[in-house]
């Protein structure tokens, strides 16, 4: 089995192991790969590993011995899953692993907004401290969340971890999902989308990118939030307009907004919200503790082994 690994240095930029990979076969890992080199680097294998390398209808036209496709991470739009199942080509994701961590994300965020703890310790090291006329001072307003409402669109595993972790610091969880189950009613309220946006002191997004939700953070809804909202982004960068975000941020309507992804990553220069004195932007790293990137590669080879002994798991193109 010859198993080629297209982009492997964000899952692994050299802290875990390729090496449950080598028993599968004969392996070869590149860390990138431009588009121009993809079918040049598959050649002839049956297995490609790819995590945000596309893989299209010209890519197995170029490489007929493709059997199976693993994809490194949950989304699986870099595949053109359609023109595989043609082909008789499995596709496979990691539907979970990286929850717990991108929970935790979400609240070093929203601590990032209420505390600015990376900011009053530059100043401490500053010597604004050691000069201060008080034993202490803050240079942000500091907020508590106890007794504040937590608005989660997308109840599903992350939405629901985020739900718990708020329920415990004493905030009122509000949740908005097409779906409901029991588990969710246990730990928040579910209401309208409206209600949510009306009532919410903090807006979290945990529902993924469908055309039903991009866009969903727009001027209009904005409008109908509460003056000085907070807005938490760990899902993906297009469900917000974010020049529409930008506006809000400058006119104070929403008080901060702190987003782990935007609608083009890397950031575009230009991004709006990159001017905003009260976002918070971190380069796409919820998902990338070393204990989910370890997930997700021992999930990666277990599908790939299973597809190998003819079982194939977590197949997206069944
Ligand atoms: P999940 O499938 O368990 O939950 C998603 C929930 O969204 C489901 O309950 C679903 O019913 C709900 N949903 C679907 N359409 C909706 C709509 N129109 N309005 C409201 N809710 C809707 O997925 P998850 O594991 O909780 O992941 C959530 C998202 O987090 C993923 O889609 C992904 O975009 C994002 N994510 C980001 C990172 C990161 O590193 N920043 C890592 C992993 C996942």
């Not at 930029?13 to 990138?32: A, I, Q």
């Not at 599903?156 to 708020?166: E, P």
């Not at 975000?245 to 990159?274: G, H, Q």
């Amino acid at each position: 089995m010859k198993i080629v690994i297209l982009d492997g240095y964000t899952e692994n930029p050299g802290d875990l192991s390729w090496e449950e990979f080598e028993k599968l076969g004969e392996v070869m890992v590149y860390d990138r790969t431009p588009a121009e080199k993809i079918a040049e680097r598959i050649q002839d294998a049956h297995a490609v590993i790819t995590n945000k390398t596309p893989i299209s209808a010209e890519v197995f036209d170029a490489c007929p011995s493709i059997r199976y496709v693993g994809v490194l991470a949950t989304g699986y739009n870099v595949v053109d899953v359609a023109e595989a199942k043609k082909r008789g080509i499995i596709v496979s994701n990691i539907p979970a692993y990286g929850t717990a961590a991108v929970a935790q994300m979400t609240f070093a965020l929203l601590f990032e907004v209420c505390h600015h703890v990376g900011a009053h310790s530059m100043a401490v090291k500053n010597g604004d401290w050691s000069k201060n006329a008080d034993w202490c001072f803050w240079n942000y307003p500091l907020i508590e969340l106890a007794g504040k409402n937590m608005g989660i669109i997308g109840f599903g595993r992350i939405g629901q971890s985020v739900g718990k972790i708020a329920a415990a610091f004493g905030m009122k969880v509000f949740a908005y999902d097409e779906f409901r189950n029991e588990e969710g009613r246990k730990i928040g309220e579910y209401i309208s989308l409206e209600r949510l946006f009306k009532e919410s002191d903090v807006i979290s997004l945990h529902c993924p990118l469908l055309p039903s939700t991009q866009g969903i953070i727009n001027k209009e809804n904005i409008a109908k939030m509460k003056e000085g909202v907070i807005i938490i982004n760990t899902s993906r960068g297009p469900l917000i307009i974010e020049k529409d975000l930008a506006e809000a941020l400058r006119s104070k309507k929403v008080y901060a907004a702190a987003c782990d992804v935007v609608s083009t990553e890397p950031i575009l220069e230009d991004n709006p919200l990159l001017g905003c004195y009260n976002s918070i932007l971190t380069p796409h790293i919820a998902w990338a503790p070393k204990e989910s990137r370890q997930r997700l590669m021992d999930i990666a080879v277990e599908n790939t082994e299973a597809f190998i002994a003819g079982k194939p798991v977590n197949v997206v193109n069944p």
